[in-house]
């Protein structure tokens, strides 16, 4: 069966290939979901690198290589802690279908190559959700908040060895996860503040033509060859958010993605990565939020974009990718390991953190000392320290005594 999967990925146009995939979402989702768990099954050597994990309250894997032979608890704590970064994924599938080891060729790719360019060890922790129309809105997004809450609190991993990882479906669940976990209550008050900071941010968040808004009246609906078609789009809101029929529209929080207009470092890291289809129906509202993010001038969030000539989830759905453009994926996945690098090994920085309400003399060298610097007024509701960064004066960069501080709070 793995040899005609093979044939058939590798020999078939992606025009064909297209209209398939576009069958296998629009089908009754039992229908569907065995379809494509078929096609995207790991092949014997990737199961290899799996391991399959039953939390109380959630389902995944952990993928990595040689994960399937611990069998021992503890070597995969140790495994796990040893990691310099965890990629924290979230698959797409339309809340309806897909598994957690559907991209498998992909996360291999990712794995490598962090390894081989950068020198970083990397596992994924990929999860299960339960789909719809069985689980209906919110069952899935809470069981990412429990697979996350998870890796940082029970495992105490730090957000700066995680980025999350979601296409589609699984980029919308990555985003209200993110809300739920740091500003919940944003979903009653758009306005309202931050309010978990016993959990660090991630340190980075990648998104491949995530569902930002339900609202299909904005949807390009003129790019018929679109994995997501009408009759798709119709599916996905009644299964999974039960609509039109839904009472209580309030309930229904991943509605209000598109209105959050400001104040993203309340829940985001501050540089994601993000990929869209110039040919997707969704791309003026994926972008539309990436600008508001952008030009946010008090936020310190920005969004970093790649964009192809293709539709919907073009970077994960390889197969619709025709094979002359292959390079262009290639490049793609460069593209990721060298932002996740960035993320988990940021450019070192002569800062240090200071309490608050504290007085402090900065020594420079032996003689010169600069005046004590008095930052109580830094102080915040949620804040308990402030950052000193030094930073050399340009008309005197080669005097090594010559720094400037500069406060960040």
Not at 125 to 130: A, D, F, G, R
Request: aromatic share 8%.
């Amino acid at each position: 069966m793995e040899s005609i999967r093979k044939l058939i990925k590798e020999n078939i146009p992606s025009s064909i290939m297209m209209r398939i995939i576009q069958s296998f979402l629009s089908l009754p989702p039992v229908i569907s979901r065995y379809l494509i768990a078929d096609f995207t099954a790991p092949t014997r050597t990737q199961k290899r690198w799996i391991k399959m994990i039953q939390q109380p309250h959630w389902r995944g894997a952990w993928i990595g290589p040689s994960l399937s032979l611990c069998e021992n608890e503890e070597y995969l704590q140790t495994r796990i802690r040893e990691a310099d970064l965890i990629i924290f994924e979230v698959h797409g599938g339309a809340f309806r279908v897909g598994h957690c080891t559907m991209y498998m060729d992909v996360f291999m790719n990712w794995i490598h190559l962090l390894k081989d360019t950068h020198n970083i060890n990397t596992l994924i922790l990929s999860v299960e959700y339960s789909l719809a129309p069985e689980h209906k809105y919110p069952t899935p997004v809470l069981e990412c908040v429990a697979a996350y809450e998870y890796l940082t609190t029970t495992l105490k991993i730090p957000g700066s060895k995680i980025i999350l990882s979601g296409d589609s479906a699984g980029g919308a669940l990555c985003l209200e996860t993110l809300i739920r976990v740091y500003a919940p209550n944003i979903l009653n008050d758009l306005n309202a503040p931050r309010t978990n900071y016993s959990i660090d941010l991630p340190a980075g968040l990648f998104l491949v033509s995530p569902l930002v808004s339900a609202n299909t009246s904005s949807w390009l609906w003129q790019y018929k060859e679109d994995l997501v078609t009408p009759l798709l789009a119709s599916q996905v809101l009644k299964d999974y958010l039960n609509l039109p029929g839904a009472t209580n529209l309030n309930e229904l929080h991943v509605l209000k993605l598109t209105q959050i207009a400001s104040g993203f470092d309340r829940f985001a890291p501050s540089h994601a990565l993000a990929y869209v289809g110039d040919r997707e129906v969704m791309r003026d509202d994926i972008l539309s939020l990436v600008n508001t993010i952008n030009q946010e001038v008090q936020s310190r969030v920005r969004v970093e974009v790649r964009r192809e000539n293709y539709e919907h989830d073009w970077y994960f759905i390889r197969e619709i990718v025709k094979a002359e453009d292959r390079d262009m994926l290639v490049q793609a996945d460069l593209q990721f390991v060298a932002y996740a690098a960035r993320c988990c090994r940021p450019e070192p920085s002569t800062s240090c953190s200071l309490p608050i309400d504290k007085e402090v003399s900065i020594v420079v060298n032996e003689e010169d000392i600069i005046d004590k610097l008095d930052i109580s007024d830094l102080k915040s509701e949620h804040q308990e320290t402030a950052s000193i960064h030094f930073t050399k004066s340009t008309a005197e960069f080669e005097n090594e005594a010559t720094i400037i501080p500069t406060i960040i709070a």
